[in-house]
């Protein structure tokens, strides 16, 4: 029977195919970005880090910016780019935004961290990346037509976080942790249940990735910027990011934070600590890798900016540095009560629970029912087979798991 429900796995596997693949491109929805862009940054961004840097309005700050190219070159470059952006923001629709963020007003001092954002991306033609270097005046005009506006990092952030806005109840959802995972988990498939299968489980795994982000940060940062203290879980969770404090770490880091989401919650901790990395907002991130350039160089902004954010950035630095990474053991609110190994338990609950409802239980909608990786189902389903809890009738297509007496008593003692 074994070997029987093995090929029944790779047929469901290889029908779901799809699926993986979709897995590992979900989060780079790259088309519906708007281009994000430090300015005042001396660093040209290497290819491949530019790719990771459009992702900031994901859960993970995958990598932090470096310097790997020719410092005087970049630097006279960006000047220039930043100060066209200057102009542009203090001059576009004659001078509404003043220099500010369209959204939360902030002061001039966080020129650096603002980005152009297209509010109406099908009419979305022109980046700032190609028109940065180019006539100001010119690319004032055309963001004019595309309706693009000023916004800082953390408005941005926030802004392009469709899935979390989305389900940002569940995900910054008070005292959402004081319950048990199978609560949890039960509450995520209740608000994702009507949207079709395939779309089901793609968003299930995203909103976890959101979760663990939330609980990493609540556990080792006290759920905010450890920059400014203003930023918190609750008020913009997609702005915060993970920064290096060791500068020599950050150049090497070697650490690979698109697979960091991927990880539960104390591994994706132990790196954090490991990787010694604090939890910054966006507009923090950005002001501490921001170069600030000579006085004379910016002269345009007025004397006040340079020592404006020279202050602040001291401010950022000083609560970086004093901050104190704590060791202490973090828990898993997503995974109480499966330990290691322990999976086939959730399992087990799941089939339990489908068969309460009267459902016919298939493969398939065990996988639904669990709405994570399907190639553990075939794993668990052969454990609980193994150990008793389920029988499996029928064949080829028409299998049918059955809860065992023994695997109703073990359900109903969890
Ligand atoms: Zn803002
Ligand atoms: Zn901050
Ligand atoms: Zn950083």
């Given at each position: 029977m074994n070997e029987d429900l093995d090929e029944k796995f790779d047929d469901f596997l290889q029908q779901n195919n799809e699926f993986y693949e979709d897995c590992d491109n979900e989060f780079e929805p790259m088309d519906e970005l708007c281009e994000e862009e430090n300015?005042?940054?001396i660093f040209e961004p290497r290819d491949e880090i530019s790719k990771t840097n459009m992702?900031?309005?994901?859960?993970?700050?995958?990598e932090c910016k470096k310097n790997n190219s020719d410092k005087k070159h970049h630097q006279s470059s960006s000047i220039e780019r930043f100060i066209n952006k200057f102009k542009i923001i203090t001059n576009i629709y004659h001078g509404k935004y003043k220099g500010m963020c369209a959204y939360c007003n902030l002061d001039n001092k966080f020129l650096h961290t603002i980005d152009f954002h297209h509010s109406d991306p099908s009419i979305k033609e022109i980046t700032w990346k190609n028109r940065r270097n180019k006539d100001w005046k010119e690319t004032m005009e055309l963001f004019e037509k595309e309706k693009v506006i000023p916004m800082c990092g953390n408005c941005h952030s926030r802004e392009q976080a469709d899935l979390f806005n989305s389900y940002r109840e569940i995900i910054i959802?008070?005292?959402?942790?004081?319950?048990?995972a199978y609560q949890i988990d039960k509450l995520i498939h209740d608000k994702i249940k009507d949207h079709e299968a395939q779309y089901n489980r793609n968003i299930k795994f995203r909103i976890v990735e959101w979760l663990k982000k939330r609980s990493v940060i609540e556990q080792?940062?006290?759920?905010?910027?450890?920059?400014?203290?203003?930023?918190?879980v609750e008020n913009n969770l997609p702005a915060l990011q993970f920064h290096h404090r060791s500068e020599r770490k950050e150049v090497e880091n070697k650490f690979k934070w698109h697979k960091?989401?991927?990880?539960?919650i104390k591994t994706i901790s132990k790196e954090l600590i490991k990787e010694d990395c604090v939890c910054l907002c966006a507009n923090c991130h950005k002001t501490v890798h921001f170069k600030n350039f000579k006085l004379s160089d910016i002269s345009i902004l007025g004397n006040d900016y340079k020592r404006e954010v020279d202050n602040y950035k001291y401010g950022i630095q000083q609560n970086i540095q004093k901050f104190e990474l704590k060791l202490t053991a973090v828990n898993n609110p997503l995974g109480?009560?499966?330990?290691?190994?322990?999976?086939w338990k959730k399992y087990l609950l799941h089939i339990s629970k489908l068969s309460t409802e009267g459902k016919r239980i298939k493969t398939l909608n065990i996988a639904k029912s669990v709405g994570v990786n399907s190639r553990n189902v075939r794993k668990n389903i052969l454990i609980l087979l193994n150990k008793g809890f389920i029988r499996i009738d029928g064949e080829n297509n028409n299998r049918t798991i059955y809860l065992t007496k023994k695997g109703r008593e073990e359900s109903n003692k969890m």
């Open positions: 300015a005042l940054s992702n900031t309005f994901e859960p993970w700050e995958y959802k008070k005292n959402l942790f004081e319950k048990s080792l940062y006290d759920g905010k910027c450890v920059g400014c203290n203003k930023i918190t960091i989401k991927k990880y539960d109480k009560g499966y330990g290691y190994g322990e999976a």
